[in-house]
């Protein structure tokens, strides 16, 4: 195995300080998502793709900490972000049918991962990354695997997968999606809490249904997989902006094509 720390480039988190709101305390939490390309990647492009995400957001090569027991910090320190990568002779193909998976109940994805440590965050180190990622080239098939682990201190799904299509869109040698991250925090208010749209909200914190139509949308619904090169992923972004559509709405697929 082989493995880097990639810094910002060029540095821009000036050791800058955030508190964190209620809303992004779940420090035990972290989205681990696998993607398998078939095609090459070129590995200092990728770096060098990674290393200008990280400039853009330079919140992602922080550091979580707890100040005076009592305010929540992520500090933009500017640290580098591990990467490791491992030759795999042994494996044929990927085993799975997606190309896109999110592992909830089982650990198929556990070697392709190299995860955040949250008990490290929870005991208060300030040696933990709050992202990795491990990259797995499987030397028959020609594919590769990225394994991603994102604390959620970091922001949810929809951060991780701007932070993602930046990285995309810079290996691509593409101008990076608008508009850039900003990461203030709205802090708790002290004003009395308007509860008039309780009844209307219920279906947003009634948990036992949440996971329950998630578990049905994945029996019901297929997933669809489409590959694109990179000459008609260009003319498909430009067939989207002929319509003036918000291309950021369409599969997932436009994100993270290599090719």
Not at 54 to 59: D, I, K, R, T
Not at 163 to 192: A, G, H
Not at 225 to 238: A, D, M, S, V, Y
Not at 245 to 258: A, F, V
Request: hydrophobic share 35%; with cysteine; proline share 5%.
């Amino acid at each position: 195995m082989t493995s880097w720390l990639v810094l910002p480039s060029p540095p821009t988190g000036n050791n800058r300080q955030v508190e964190l709101a209620g809303t992004d305390l779940w420090i035990t939490g972290r989205i681990n998502n696998v993607f398998v390309y078939p095609s090459a990647l070129d590995i200092d492009k990728f770096k060098e793709a990674l290393s200008r995400t990280l400039s853009l957001w330079p919140f992602i090569a922080g550091r979580f900490f707890v100040l005076d027991d009592e305010h929540y910090i992520t500090e933009m320190s500017d640290n580098g972000l591990p990467v490791s990568l491992i030759e795999n002779t042994d494996l044929t193909r990927w085993s799975l049918d997606l190309n896109v998976v999110i592992d909830k109940n089982s650990n198929q994805l556990q070697p392709f991962l190299d995860e955040i440590q949250t008990t490290k965050l929870i005991g208060g180190s300030r040696d933990e990354p709050l992202f990795r990622l491990k990259l797995t080239h499987r030397v028959q098939s020609g594919e590769w695997i990225m394994g991603a682990s994102w604390s959620h201190m970091l922001g949810d799904a929809d951060a991780f997968l701007h932070f993602l299509n930046t990285i995309s869109c810079l290996y691509q040698q593409m101008k990076p999606p608008e508009p850039m991250p900003v990461f203030e925090r709205c802090l708790w208010l002290n004003d009395k809490v308007d509860e008039t749209l309780l009844p209307d909200i219920k279906q947003f914190f009634d948990g036992e249904q949440i996971e329950t139509n998630g578990i049905n949308d994945q029996v019901t619904y297929d997933q669809l997989n489409i590959c694109f090169t990179g000459q008609q992923l260009i003319k498909l972004r430009t067939l989207i902006d002929d319509q003036k559509c918000d291309y950021s709405r369409c599969p997932e697929c436009l994100y993270y094509s290599y090719t």
